[in-house]
């Protein structure tokens, strides 16, 4: 924060470190996010374009190809700043998360439209990536050929719905960093009444409806990112009653070890809960168990 050079010297660095290491690539997410909290989406652009022209200029003398390196700083940095504005001008997690799950949902209908049949795509491609490990048991390959055959129609949804996480929790990371910085407290304030709709639940609830009824990928598709938002709507929920009855950090501890463990049952399980809070407001019924001597 104390010069955009500094910004974007710490993001290029996060950025290439997160070519090794990939986790470590949520703090160059971040940056962007603060810079953009902070001082608006012009001052967050003007961090991240000098960045996407290094990372694509690194990748054509390495491969040839700088659109490789334009194409995921796109994906990774705009989507944040858009999203990052957003919450500089309504101070509401909720409204990111309506926002989040309207973004998403265009991109996978438009891939729809686009592809046709996302399904035969990601079956053709996973199979290629099975022929290119060239395993030397034929039962081995197989067996991976048949795991990809029904993992395919779960792919686009998968993937937008982990790129949803991944821009929400880089821009709670660079939250809770402006937070630390300029408003202490500020951070746990809003996380503990991150909290969506209830137009979106009954949405949610609807689509499940119609996936139940039919057999379609789009329905499944807006399914699976529809979790991944009130995912994040559940962990608050969560946060706040640990907070509102001094239960202790040791069960929030416990949850992400088992959200690390057991990831897809316990994010569904979350999620759940966030759509369930959205239509009971279970905060109200927290508050008013809470003990009073």
Do not use: C
């Amino acid at each position: 924060m104390s010069s955009r050079l500094n910004a974007i010297i710490f993001t290029l660095s996060m950025t290439l470190i997160s070519f090794v290491l990939a986790p470590l690539g949520i703090f160059a997410n971040a940056a962007i996010a603060l810079v953009t909290l902070r001082l608006g989406a012009k001052q967050g652009l003007l961090v991240a374009l000098p960045v996407t022209v290094g990372i694509a200029l690194m990748i054509f003398v390495l491969q040839g190809n700088a659109f490789v390196g334009l194409a995921s700083s796109l994906v990774s940095w705009l989507p944040i700043i858009v999203l990052g504005a957003i919450l500089e001008r309504t101070v509401s997690w909720t409204q990111v998360l309506q926002y989040l799950f309207a973004m998403l949902a265009v991109l996978i209908i438009a891939f729809h439209l686009i592809v046709g049949n996302p399904t035969a795509l990601w079956e053709q491609w996973l199979t290629s990536l099975v022929s290119y490990l060239s395993l030397e048991s034929t039962d081995q390959t197989l067996q991976l050929t048949e795991a990809m055959k029904v993992s395919a129609p779960y792919m686009t949804g998968a993937i937008a719905a982990l790129l949803g996480v991944h821009w929400i929790a880089s821009l709670m990371l660079g939250r809770y960093w402006q937070a630390q910085l300029y408003n202490p407290g500020g951070f746990q304030f809003e996380l503990h009444r991150m909290r969506i709709s209830t137009p979106l639940a009954l949405l949610m609830v609807v689509l499940v409806a119609l996936r139940l009824l039919t057999d379609s990928a789009l329905l499944t598709d807006l399914i699976l990112v529809g979790l991944a938002v009130f995912l994040f709507a559940g962990l608050s929920l969560v946060h706040y009653t640990v907070h509102h009855l001094k239960l202790g950090i040791g069960w929030l501890i416990a949850l992400y070890l088992l959200l690390m463990v057991f990831t897809l049952p316990v994010s569904v399980l979350l999620a759940v809960l966030g759509i369930v809070d959205s239509q009971a407001d279970l905060r109200r019924l927290i508050n008013a168990s809470k003990p009073t001597i």
